[in-house]
């Protein structure tokens, strides 16, 4: 077959597969655009090539395989760089924001849709620019255009651009085969004005219906309006109907979020208005169901019941099968709001069919949590275990696709924590209690036993083929002691208590009077150290502008009554260990928390016990089953009294105050280990990274990130700027991630160093990052600390560490004297250090 006839049959593939995927046929869609890209790398068609790779990422996104998506995508975008496709990269750079958008990486987002939207303003400039050139070329001379110009500029002036670009295309050809250079010139201008207009104006748009999704997933609604205000005027103004439909339900959308029912509405009926104008079937039943869903949260079940109808008649008629799997998981869901679970049941089987037709994996598991949930309400318990067991069988071949990809695995499973929840609770209520703290064991902290295990070289696969009885009876052979494992569910909080004997036993609490996040904000507060609370130095960072101090010393008048602190953590007590004090034996307990208790002060809430916490079961499993020779026994890294000064505001001010107590508490220190520690501008971001690679003990005192507990260590010397950047001083989580380590412990000394953001995964903070790495144990603080203070607290756990006692020991010595004290007995001085993983014994020389 000739070459040419070849490029025409890859195409034609292609435009099957572009038929089958606005079917929902993600499937067949895929076949075709493999085909397309077979054929076009057989003929060197690196266009054609471009285009089938945008294509399958497209299908695969859709099909919630994102990592494959995004390699298509990024493929694409290579092609399109490489053939000088300004425009088509500027549509790989909007897909790949939606991509990121799905998988929780709003950040990444945001920088590509505003890719999107540069080139999108740049990209009519290429026609300016032959026109220039020619113009040169001939002299400059106004060649008049005929027939079609005339009639392109006519259709111009009516805003009709479309109409504009075909009869100036066909301008273009004439002045080409007569050789009309001047006409070819003018051509190429009047071609510039109507991209600008059109295709331009219209690509702009869409970067700004892209920034407005990605500023929706960040939370920032009053953004996104604005995002989609403007890709609705563009709309308006270059005549695309479709995207002004497109703008109003995006609207729509937003308002919903935000509570406001009545404006969705509004916004929905005119995308519903203009979707019927054009005759788009297929959005017009997309808006149907989403006056469905607004309707529904307005409580006007009969109005969002006929909506949801509509949208499935349509999706039917046009053959839109993951439309119409849609729209029998909405109407199921109506159906179980209204308590009607047998009919939600069915439309819900409906709807996993399809999806399950199609090969949305990531829709399918959806679909079986919505199963789960009608039969758990039904009572039909064993079938809502195996429906959910099916949803997170579904969740996680997805998660799978994301491979190393950490950020990604984390938001992911934060995504759909539900079905874990949904599963450790339906089990708990037909009486599988072990099975239930499999279930709860197996949505924790993942995403960093992938990570753990890769750096300790374990074989992942024989983590993951366990039953959940091998399990369990590893962590019980490797506890020291005995560990509670902490799961919540809305306010009701469930403890499994482990002992060594093999004994499991089961309890739960229900919160009252409001939810663990209420708790553990009233508790913070009561005792001094709620988020508010900023230390007095100035914390006027404008890169991060939470950056916070450690504290100024306390003065020596300040004194708080003991008593009242420890009333002050009653409720505390009473929730998260007041359910078992009678199942506890021995001086020692491992917790593994959940939620907003993963930032309670448990050393606090015992005098007797030390407390320590883990992620999960199996994280420590790896921890403490790394191979023997794998962290370092000798070598320490000291760092302290950071150089600061050039880290400054616009105005040439210093943001953060050197640490007089940090300087004395890592040179008291190095005079225990002989150890000589890095400070001042030697101990830069650099340094300190490469430096803490091998050895056994890193301590760092330092100022801390409130929000993620990243540490401002002293600005690298090589550097683009005379004033700091972020990441010329700011050791993130990032940083630490891509290190390996060797330590037995790390102790950070630094404010907010436990803190970070709360989810399935644990606490996702600079803690996380050095287990991560490789570290076995890391000493952090919840919240901030006081200079003084904390130099009196590291000697004390210091001097008991060098006296032989272990690191979970050596803290709770610590806290006692200064529990027992009059100056520092306040709870906010001693119980913010916490010990997360292994419980380690350092070797110190002898003095």
């Known amino acids: 077959m000739p070459i040419l006839d070849r490029a025409g049959e890859g195409s034609a593939y292609g435009n099957l597969g572009n038929a089958y995927l606005s079917l929902g046929n ?151 085969k007569v050789e009309d250079r001047a006409g070819e010139g003018s051509a190429y201008g009047n071609l510039g004005n109507a991209y600008r207009n059109l295709g331009n104006r219209a690509g702009e748009g869409s970067a700004y219906g892209n920034l407005g999704n990605s500023s929706v997933s960040l939370g920032n609604f009053k953004q996104a309006i604005k995002y989609y205000q403007k890709n609705l005027s563009i709309s308006k103004e270059v005549g695309d109907r479709d995207g002004e439909g497109s703008g109003y339900g995006n609207l729509g959308n937003v308002y919903l979020i935000l509570g406001n029912c009545k404006r969705a509405i509004e916004y929905y009926e005119k995308d519903l208005s203009i979707a019927k104008e054009v005759g788009d079937r297929d959005g017009e039943g997309s808006a149907y169901g989403n006056l469905g869903i607004a309707y529904l949260s307005l409580g006007n079940f009969k109005q969002a019941m006929e909506y949801f109808k509509k949208h499935l008649i349509i999706a039917k008629e046009v053959g839109n099968r993951a439309e119409e799997g849609s729209a029998y998981g909405n109407l199921g869901n109506a159906y179980g709001t209204l308590g009607y679970f047998k009919e939600a049941l069915e439309c819900h089987k409906h709807s996993v069919s399809i999806i399950k037709e199609i090969g949305d994996c990531l829709g399918e598991g959806m679909s079986w949590f919505s199963q789960g949930h009608d039969h758990e309400f039904l009572g039909s318990l064993s079938n809502a275990i195996n429906c959910y067991r099916l949803s997170i069988k579904h969740f996680d071949e997805t998660r799978n696709s994301l491979k190393s990809e950490d950020e990604w695995k984390v938001s992911f499973r934060d995504s759909y924590r539900v079905s874990y929840t949904a599963l450790w609770r339906t089990l708990l209520k037909n009486g599988e209690i072990e099975e239930a703290l499999y279930a709860a064991e197996k949505g924790r ?204 505001n616009k105005k040439g001010e210093p943001i953060l105050e050197q640490l007089p107590c940090a300087k004395q508490e890592v040179e008291m220190i190095g005079r225990i280990l002989q150890t000589i520690p890095m400070t001042g501008k030697s101990a830069t971001k650099a340094e300190v990274l490469k430096s803490m690679k091998s050895v056994a003990l890193v301590h760092i005192a330092a100022h801390g990130c409130q929000k993620t507990g990243e540490i401002a260590l002293a600005p690298n010397t090589e550097r683009t700027s005379p004033i700091p950047k972020e990441e010329d001083f700011i050791l993130k989580m990032s940083d630490v991630q891509t290190i390996s380590l060797r330590a037995r412990l790390v102790v950070l000394s630094c404010c907010h160093s436990g803190r970070g953001e709360v989810r399935s995964e644990g606490v996702v903070g600079i803690a996380r990052a050095f287990l991560c790495a490789g570290a076995r144990s890391v000493v952090v603080s919840l919240w901030a600390i006081d200079d003084e203070v904390t130099l009196l607290f590291t000697r004390s756990f210091y001097q008991h560490l060098v006296d032989g006692k272990s690191a979970s020991a050596a803290l709770q010595q610590a806290m006692k004297s200064f529990r027992e004290s009059k100056q520092y007995c306040a709870i906010k001085h001693w119980a913010p250090f916490v010990l997360v993983g292994d419980d380690v014994t350092l070797e110190f020389p002898k003095k």
């Open 26 to 176: 993600f499937k067949q869609a895929i076949e075709y655009y493999e085909k397309h890209l077979s054929i076009a790398k057989e003929v060197g068609d690196r266009v054609g090539e471009g285009s089938a790779y945008g294509n399958l990422g497209i299908a695969y996104i859709s099909l919630g395989n994102f990592k494959q998506g995004i390699e298509y995508y990024e493929k694409d975008l290579s092609i399109a760089k490489e053939v000088g496709n300004r425009a088509g990269e500027g549509s790989v750079y909007g897909n790949l924001g939606n991509a990121y958008i799905n998988l929780g990486h709003f950040k990444q987002a945001i920088k590509y849709s505003e890719k999107d939207l540069s080139i999108a303003k740049e990209v009519a400039f290429k026609y300016y620019e032959k026109h220039l050139s020619i113009a040169k070329e001939v002299g400059d001379r106004a060649g008049e255009g005929k027939g079609y110009g005339n009639l392109g500029n006519a259709y111009l002036s009516l805003g009709n651009f479309k109409q504009a670009i075909e009869y100036y295309e066909n301008n273009l050809s004439i002045a080409k």
């Open 445 to 648: 902290a993942q995403a960093l036993i992938d990570i753990l295990q890769d750096q300790y070289g374990i074989d992942s696969q024989s983590f993951s083929a366990l039953a959940p009885n091998q399990t369990l009876t590893a962590a019980l052979e490797l506890l020291p002691s005995q560990a509670v494992f902490v799961a919540l569910d809305k306010n009701k909080v469930t403890f499994w208590v482990l002992r060594k004997d093999n004994k499991i036993t089961f309890r739960q609490k229900e919160i009252t009077n409001g939810s663990a996040d209420l708790l553990m904000e009233t508790i913070l507060k009561g005792i001094g150290v709620g988020d508010g609370v900023r230390c007095e130095n100035r914390s006027l960072d404008p890169l991060r502008n939470d950056l916070s101090c450690r504290e100024k010393p306390v003065s020596e008048k300040t004194v708080l009554p003991s008593s009242s602190s420890v009333n002050s953590l009653q409720p505390l007590y009473e929730v998260l260990l007041g359910p078992i004090p009678d199942l506890l034996q021995g001086n020692e307990l491992i917790v593994v928390p959940d939620g907003p208790f993963c930032l309670a002060p448990y050393s606090a809430l015992s005098e007797s016990i030390r407390i320590r916490t883990i992620p999960s079961l199996t994280a420590f499993n790896v921890i403490v089953g790394a191979p023997d020779d794998f962290h370092s026994t000798t070598g320490a890294l000291l760092v302290g009294d950071l150089w600061l000064k050039e880290v400054t």
